[in-house]
Each structure stands twice: as structure tokens, then as C-alpha cells.
T-cell receptor
Framework: DVKVTQSSRYLVKRTGEKVFLECVQD?????MFWYRQDPGLGLRLIYF???????EKGDIPEGYSVSREKKERFSLILESASTNQTSMYLC???????????FGSGTRLTVV | AQKITQTQPGMFVQEKEAVTLDCTYD???????LFWYKQPSSGEMIFLIY??????QNATEGRYSLNFQKARKSANLVISASQLGDSAMYFC???????????????FGKGTKLSVIP
């Protein structure tokens, strides 16, 4: 089975800290995505990547950056965490072709 | 821009009854995909069912079926014989072809919380 692993299930960080959320997939998928999920807002796309070192902005990229140095790993970076970035963060991957996504189990980030 | 609308924030259904979760979408694309995902309280997103815009038959997967009405731009999920384990958030999503990636880019609705009553 395809597995998408997010390194932390729960994370608490202080305002202004630099935060790294890591995502690793083990099925050689070309495409990887970062979403945030907030009650009443559904899932919103932050960034995605369709190849190593490639990245594209999603709908809400402000305050975030990403890194994809290896095919299996896609990192989301909060340069200076703020309280409005408290949310559930979901990573997903999919192979080239028209398929649905496989999601990780999510990281619930709290910024205090 | 793509838009997915799920008008039912929450729904209740009696165990063993069927339930329909509504989803409408807005797109000018000719080729697209429609997906439903389930998210239990544990948080993982579970893929349920897929319908391609050119598929003439409605998709079915076990107790799940997708009632696809292209002219109305609706893609409702029907769950037959509800079970207690069906209690979860359900998200409708539309996949738009992203040529650079050779894959879909998914846009999600806000979700419907389904509660199954014993």
C-alpha cells in the first residue's frame, strides 16, 4: 500500500518560530501537495510540487514556503509562525496520471 | 476558478437507512474528475469513489454510489444501508487537469458531517 507519512501528529510552537513540517511518501509518486484544513473551510491548497525541485503556489501560499530536494520528501516551512497558522496540515501524493490522492494522517499545529 | 459547494454542514441518518450527501461544482473545463473522501475523527482522509466527466455510468464502490448529473453539475454521494462506522466528515472534490503535473489538482468542498444514529 502507498504510504504517506507526516513526521509529527501534534506540534506546539511559539509565535515567530521557524517551523518545518515533513512529509515522506514511499511509492515514487511525482506529485506532492500540502493542504491546510480548518473547520467550516474545508481543505485549502497551500503548495504543490510535480517534480524534484519544482514547486507551485496553491490558493493560500502566503506565510509558507516549501522544499523538495528528493522525490519522496516534501517539506512545508513556516518562516515565522503566527497564531493564524494554527491548523491541521495534510500532505498528499499522487502519481503522474489522473488519479485521486493518498493522504498522510495530518499534523495538528498549534502556534501559541 | 473551480468551486465546490456542499450545502449540508451536518446530517443525521438512522442506521441501515440510505443517505444522500449533496455536492455541486462549477467549472468551464470539459475534462475533470469528481471524488469523495471520508474523514473519520482520527483525521485520515480515505478515498471513497471517483467519477470522470466523460464516464456515462454512475460510479459505484460497494455501498457507495455517485449520482452524477453533468448538466446540473452535481455529484451527490449515496451511501446505502448506513452503518455506525459511517459517522465522519465527507468531502467532495473536483480534479482539474494540471498539464505540468500530468495529474489532477483537487479542489475540495467544505465538507458534510454525517452522524449515524443507532
Amino acid at each position: 500500500d502507498v504510504k504517506v507519512t507526516q513526521s509529527s501528529r501534534y506540534l506546539v510552537k511559539r509565535t515567530g518560530e521557524k517551523v518545518f513540517l515533513e512529509c515522506v511518501q514511499d511509492m515514487d509518486h511525482e506529485n506532492m501537495f500540502w493542504y491546510r484544513q480548518d473547520p467550516g473551510l474545508g481543505l485549502r491548497l497551500i503548495y504543490f510540487s510535480y517534480d524534484v525541485k519544482m514547486k507551485e503556489k496553491g490558493d493560500i501560499p502566503e506565510g509558507y514556503s516549501v522544499s523538495r530536494e528528493k522525490k519522496e520528501r516534501f517539506s512545508l516551512i513556516l518562516e515565522s509562525a503566527s497564531t493564524n497558522q494554527t491548523s491541521m496540515y495534510l500532505c498528499a501524493s499522487t502519481p503522474r496520471g489522473y488519479y485521486g490522492y493518498t493522504f498522510g494522517s495530518g499534523t495538528r499545529l498549534t502556534v501559541v | 476558478a473551480q468551486k465546490i459547494t456542499q450545502t449540508q454542514p451536518g446530517m443525521f441518518v438512522q442506521e441501515k437507512e440510505a443517505v444522500t450527501l449533496d455536492c455541486t461544482y462549477d467549472t468551464s473545463d470539459q475534462s475533470y474528475g469528481l471524488f469523495w473522501y471520508k474523514q473519520p475523527s482520527s483525521g485520515e482522509m480515505i478515498f471513497l469513489i471517483y467519477q470522470g466527466s466523460y464516464d456515462e455510468q454512475n460510479a459505484t464502490e460497494g455501498r457507495y454510489s455517485l449520482n452524477f448529473q453533468k448538466a446540473r453539475k452535481s455529484a451527490n454521494l449515496v451511501i446505502s444501508a448506513s452503518q455506525l462506522g459511517d459517522s465522519a466528515m465527507y468531502f467532495c472534490a473536483m480534479g482539474r487537469s494540471y498539464s505540468g503535473a500530468g495529474s489532477y489538482q483537487l479542489t475540495f468542498g467544505k465538507g458534510t458531517k454525517l452522524s449515524v444514529i443507532p
